[in-house]
């Protein structure tokens, strides 16, 4: 398959999530797909904050992006992109991928990473079958995931010529929702997110309330 690709081909992961906080498992996963798919580097891309009707209040993109900046600043291959939240509202993966796919043209490979729980519910998302016309899909291993799920999950994407990969990466169950609660019962989340992170969510007062 790398012989057909042009020696110049750039090859780019694009890391989607909330965010809210970025945690350690999240930077263990982009790293690993970098490393393990030899990328150039991975796009972190906060999600919009999507209106407030439903569920849970996520916090203002601009503290996200703060935090996801933070996480990522000592790793040269990776980056933030604001593509998401500039926009107003909820952001659908498939007018990112599309927009990315525009801005980088045809020749550039973009991996979606994604964990594998988040992977399962893609058939929920808008325009599945889009979303791998511009980018082929990586599904990390998360600690608690359906592995029998995701193979079906696998078999019936490759029927509709869609390519999901897996990749298993060293598992470790954080997740932000815990970090929050954890925060809220002032309990340490030293560890669980980069110490920088720690620092600007325990001096801004997030997930205090
Ligand atoms: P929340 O608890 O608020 O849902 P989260 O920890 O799941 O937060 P998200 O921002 O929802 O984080 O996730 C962004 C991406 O990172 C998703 O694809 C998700 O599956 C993946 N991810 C999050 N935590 C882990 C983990 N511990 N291991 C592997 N993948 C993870
Ligand atoms: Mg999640």
Same mark, same amino acid.
């Given at each position: 398959?790398? %012989?057909?690709?042009? =020696?110049? =081909?750039?090859?780019?992961? *694009?890391?989607?999530?909330?965010?809210?906080?970025?945690? %350690?498992?999240?930077?263990?996963?982009?790293?690993?797909?970098? +490393?393990? @798919?030899?990328?150039?580097?991975?796009? @972190?891309?906060?999600?919009?904050?999507?209106?407030?009707?439903?569920?849970?209040?996520? !916090?203002?993109?601009? /503290?996200?992006?703060?935090? $996801?900046?933070?996480?990522?600043?000592?790793?040269?291959?990776?980056?933030? !992109?604001?593509?998401?939240?500039?926009?107003?509202?909820?952001?659908?993966? *498939?007018?990112?991928?599309?927009?990315?796919?525009?801005?980088?043209?045809?020749?550039?490979?973009?991996?979606?990473?994604?964990?594998?729980?988040?992977?399962?519910?893609?058939?929920?998302?808008?325009?599945? @079958?889009?979303?791998?016309?511009?980018?082929? %899909?990586?599904?990390?291993?998360?600690?608690?995931? +359906?592995? *029998?799920?995701?193979?079906?999950? $696998?078999?019936?994407?490759?029927?509709?010529?869609?390519? *999901?990969?897996?990749?298993?990466?060293?598992?470790?169950?954080?997740?932000?929702?815990?970090?929050?609660?954890?925060?809220?019962?002032?309990?340490?989340? /030293?560890? %669980?997110?980069?110490? =920088?992170?720690?620092?600007?969510?325990?001096?801004?007062?997030?997930?205090?309330?």
């Amino acid at each position: 398959m790398a %012989l057909r690709e042009p =020696a110049q =081909a750039s090859r780019i992961g *694009v890391m989607g999530g909330t965010f809210d906080p970025i945690h %350690l498992a999240h930077l263990i996963a982009a790293e690993s797909v970098r +490393d393990g @798919f030899h990328l150039h580097r991975v796009l @972190f891309i906060p999600a919009g904050t999507p209106p407030h009707k439903t569920g849970r209040r996520v !916090s203002p993109a601009a /503290r996200r992006l703060a935090m $996801v900046r933070l996480a990522i600043s000592s790793n040269p291959g990776f980056e933030v !992109s604001t593509i998401e939240t500039d926009r107003p509202g909820a952001s659908y993966t *498939v007018d990112t991928v599309r927009s990315l796919r525009r801005e980088f043209g045809p020749e550039t490979k973009l991996y979606f990473i994604t964990g594998a729980d988040a992977v399962l519910e893609i058939l929920s998302w808008k325009d599945p @079958f889009e979303i791998f016309n511009h980018c082929e %899909l990586v599904a990390v291993t998360r600690p608690g995931y +359906d592995a *029998v799920a995701l193979d079906r999950m $696998v078999a019936t994407m490759a029927g509709s010529g869609g390519v *999901v990969h897996r990749l298993a990466i060293p598992e470790v169950s954080i997740s932000s929702s815990e970090i929050r609660k954890r925060v809220k019962e002032r309990r340490s989340i /030293r560890y %669980l997110v980069p110490d =920088a992170v720690g620092e600007y969510i325990w001096r801004t007062g997030l997930y205090q309330d």
